[in-house]
């Protein structure tokens, strides 16, 4: 018996350790069949990207090819009901739009300002040429070409002073132009339209044309988008008395009286004027948004980088030096995603100028993303409502798309929306105080999971987020900590602290595994290996370029950094970076025009006083000037640069050494307008104490004697003119006066008949007879902010408060006068000038800090 029962407790014994071992070879097998799947979703998320790189390369050739062959593509426009349109071409998907919701109307707000040597060469150096801009919303498909330098090193770089509606391919230089829309009231940020571009057809699969396709998703209940210039005439009242040859026509109830020369035909009120025979296209847009805008630079398997300003999305090849141009919005493009075909890309905006896109009936998006796991089939958005409601969208689906669901996201700010890339109908958002991970269920019901922090650890802020390769998520916060939230889980997995001085604004997770996280406020890059831990490699941005916004992988070890300066630097962590776009921080208000070179020169509130070559499209120099400046001018001989500030001082600069050679205080308003004479021996200063101060200069533009002061306007100077024979004024002021001025004396001319047939040596001033058409029916006096006209007198341009730059042909004597008007400013318009060969156009913006080079075809 006792035999038998240890028979029995061996027996028991080897079947416990055989479970055991069995155990442990299930618990082996599991893991390593978890790490084959693991390693299996990496291998397939590499081939994945080699297909798509294949893809890309072979839609670029394919678009370089037809680009060599020449051909142009046909449009039709077709409007449907509602005010929506889609485009119809030759190939590709139509052009689709959709609108959401329809809140309660609001009267848009009114904008109202407010104020807080030797000609320096470039010479046209025989290097590399370089290939600018086809548009991604043409107006024509005609195209040109023209050659230019290799762009000049950049300023920032050296020891200078500091303290899309379908892609045409790749063309000439000149082969840029806008989408434009309707003049119209400013609004605040009620309504944002969303857009996608890509080089696919409607399957993804095969690149089946060189144009790409567009459709607008979450658009505004408007007027159809128009693919040419939009041509508009003034229809104000006006008078024509036959027998003095004058004008008068009333701007808001106030009389406004224009003498015309005596040589003059009788005006025909009733007369339209042709509109001009030239046309513009954008070629080349210089700025960036990274001031206040997030996640916002992106690199194309194209080699471009795609990032936004104004209401342009670009698309810039760096090492080409070439740009293509998306013009299809109306108003600030605030975010932007790219789907993972990286093709196709979505754009969000604000409300548009135009009372129909100004209606609140279409959410303010500040965050969108594509989800990655689907293949992109479906796009994210978090308005900016009180609510902040996040919406998920079936973009491919229908005319306009198809919201799946869409719910209260969070009371608090949002940041940043992303899918994510691992897990299908995963989405985490992150913001004030949270980040929230939901889930898309079968259904189509979103349901949230708040982040536990431990409460110690709890930013005030998170500000980024990442996925490894795990497809863990990591998160960036205000505190400069990094946390890496577990796949499928919303508790903190690790903690990395201190990895900033300041929030951490940008994570970049690269393809070797590693990450990337960059410093809104210590401007530091930190290199981290797959196991976030800090690898020793870093790299610190120079302060004058600002903290690091976003951080993009590039080519190799290449990265793209984008600042909260609105510059785009390049370079890797080892070497450094140089900057790739540089740009104004603050409003841009002071615009001129080299006199012989193709250069000109910016000035804005950020204090910066940037000199650019017009066809390097680069920057010669920069500098701090330490005022806010309101405007610039240079002498006639280009040997001098003034410029005007807020607070009452103009300064002179050497244009080639950027030496301060004189400085003046007139009052203690800001100087307005700076005007030279022709013959170079006057210099007018327009202020707004109602003053304009004349002083002669001698030495070359480097000594200036105050020879008086021109009293007699009751508002502000706005702009000024002189005659050819520099003996004589013309200035208009805030309150719509035109006066005239001797020079010499300084004193008023009452009669403006006695110079009715003096020429003037330019345009700027648009109250002024040869520039009644140009002033539309209803104007309140400050809608137009700027005006000239070319060197041989074909040609006039507008800059208006809604962000349209306008070209008429010249002399705008008929009060209806038909104009090609153009967008690409989101906000007012500033100043516009031609250079002087009259072969290109620049415009400088207001709140949107961009300047845009149009070219006169």
């Not at 005596?262 to 025909?268: F, P, T, W």
């Not at 109908?425 to 536990?452: E, P």
């Not at 994570?507 to 070797?512: H, P, T, V």
């Amino acid at each position: 018996m006792m035999r038998l029962e240890a028979s029995e407790k061996q027996h028991r014994y080897h079947n416990l350790l055989d479970d055991d071992h069995a155990n442990e070879m299930l618990e082996s097998e599991g893991a390593g069949l978890a790490a084959r799947v693991a390693e299996l979703e990496v291998r397939c998320s590499r081939q994945a990207e080699e297909l798509l790189c294949l893809r890309s390369t072979l839609a670029d050739a394919l678009r370089r090819l037809n680009a060599l062959e020449g051909r142009a593509p046909t449009t039709s426009n077709v409007q449907r009901n509602g005010g929506g349109t889609y485009t119809e071409r030759t190939t590709g998907t139509p052009t689709r739009e959709l609108r959401i919701r329809q809140p309660s109307y609001r009267e848009s707000v009114k904008r109202t300002s407010s104020y807080g040597s030797s000609a320096s060469s470039l010479s046209q150096r025989r290097g590399p040429q370089h290939q600018s801009t086809g548009s991604l919303q043409s107006d024509s498909p005609a195209s040109s070409s023209s050659l230019s330098p290799a762009p000049s090193p950049s300023p920032r770089a050296t020891p200078a002073p500091l303290t899309p509606h379908p892609v045409q391919p790749y063309r000439s230089r000149n082969n840029s132009t806008s989408g434009n829309q309707s003049p119209s009231p400013a609004t605040n940020n009620l309504t944002k339209r969303w857009n996608s571009t890509g080089d696919f057809n409607a399957q993804g699969l095969l690149p089946s044309t060189r144009f790409t396709t567009t459709k607008s998703l979450l658009n505004l209940y408007s007027k159809p988008s128009q693919n040419g210039p939009i041509l508009k005439h003034g229809t104000h009242t006006c008078q024509y008395n036959e027998e003095d040859g004058t004008v008068r026509m009333f701007i808001r109830g106030r009389p406004v009286i224009l003498y015309a020369p005596s040589d003059h035909d009788n005006l025909d009120l009733s007369k339209v004027a042709p509109p001009p025979h030239n046309k513009l296209k954008l070629e080349w847009v210089y700025g960036y948004r990274g001031k206040d805008c997030r996640n916002n630079l992106y690199l194309l398997p194209t080699g471009e980088i795609v990032y936004f300003v104004a209401a342009v999305v670009v698309l810039f090849n760096v090492d080409e030096q070439c740009q293509r141009h998306y013009t299809g919005h109306t108003d600030d493009v605030k975010c932007l995603a790219v789907h993972p075909n990286k093709l196709i890309i979505a754009t969000g905006q604000c409300a548009g100028h135009d009372r129909l896109d100004a209606r609140p009936h279409v959410r303010v998006w500040n965050s969108v993303a594509f989800s990655r796991a689907d293949g992109g089939a479906l796009l994210a958005c978090v308005d900016d409502g009180p609510d902040h409601v996040i919406s998920v969208w079936e973009w491919q689906r229908g005319d306009k798309g198809h919201c799946l669901a869409e719910t209260k996201c969070s009371v608090d700010t949002v940041v940043a929306v992303e899918f994510h890339p691992l897990d299908r109908n995963q989405i985490v958002t992150c913001g004030k105080g949270h980040i929230a991970f939901w889930t898309l269920d079968a259904s189509n019901v979103l349901y949230k999971r708040m982040g536990i922090f431990e409460t110690r650890d709890k930013p005030k802020y998170v500000t980024c987020l990442a996925f490894n390769h795990n497809g863990d998520v990591i998160s960036g916060d205000s505190n400069g900590n990094l946390i890496v939230w577990g796949r499928g889980t919303n508790t903190v997995h690790k903690l990395v602290r201190g990895v900033h001085e300041g929030a951490v604004f940008s994570l970049c997770s690269l393809k070797d595994g590693g990450l990337v996280s960059g410093g809104g406020k210590d401007g530091r890059l930190v290199l981290f290996d797959a196991d976030l831990s800090a690898t020793g490699t870093e790299n610190v941005i120079e302060g004058h370029y600002g903290g690091v916004r976003v951080v993009t992988e590039g080519r190799g070890r290449q990265l793209f950094v984008g600042t909260t300066r609105n510059c785009i630097l390049h370079g890797d962590l080892q070497l450094g970076f140089v900057p790739a776009v540089l740009g104004h921080v603050d409003e841009v208000w002071g615009l001129a025009a080299h006199p012989s070179l193709p250069q000109f020169a910016s000035a804005g509130w950020d204090r910066l006083l940037q000199l650019w070559d017009a066809l390097s499209h680069s920057t010669v120099w920069s500098k701090d000037i330490e005022e806010r400046a309101q405007c610039c001018a240079w002498s006639r001989d280009g040997g001098a640069l003034a410029v005007g500030c807020v607070s009452g001082r103009w300064l002179v600069y050497h244009p080639q050494t950027r030496e301060l050679l004189a400085q003046h205080q007139d009052g203690t308003e800001p100087i307005q307008t700076i005007e030279y004479s022709p013959n170079n021996q006057l210099v007018a200063i327009g202020s707004r104490d109602n003053f304009i101060y004349v002083y002669q200069v001698d030495d070359d533009g480097a000594r200036y004697s105050r020879l008086g002061k021109c009293l007699g306007h009751s508002s502000f100077i706005t702009h000024l003119d002189w005659s050819e024979d520099s003996q004589y004024i013309r200035s208009n002021s805030g309150d719509y006066e035109v006066l005239f001025w001797n020079a010499t004396t300084c004193r008023q001319i009452p009669s403006g008949a006695a110079l009715r047939d003096v020429p003037w040596a330019s345009a700027h001033c648009p109250l002024a007879f040869p520039c009644v058409g140009v002033w539309p029916e209803g104007a309140d006096g400050t809608d137009i902010n700027s005006c000239t006209r070319t060197q041989d007198g074909r040609l006039a341009a507008t800059g208006d408060d809604f962000g349209k730059v306008k070209l008429y042909a010249y002399p705008v004597t008929q009060p209806k006068s038909l104009c090609a008007a153009y967008g690409g400013h989101s906000s007012h318009v500033t100043c516009v000038r031609f250079l002087p060969d009259d072969t290109r156009l620049l415009s400088a913006g207001g709140h949107d800090a961009a300047l845009l080079q149009w070219l006169v075809d």
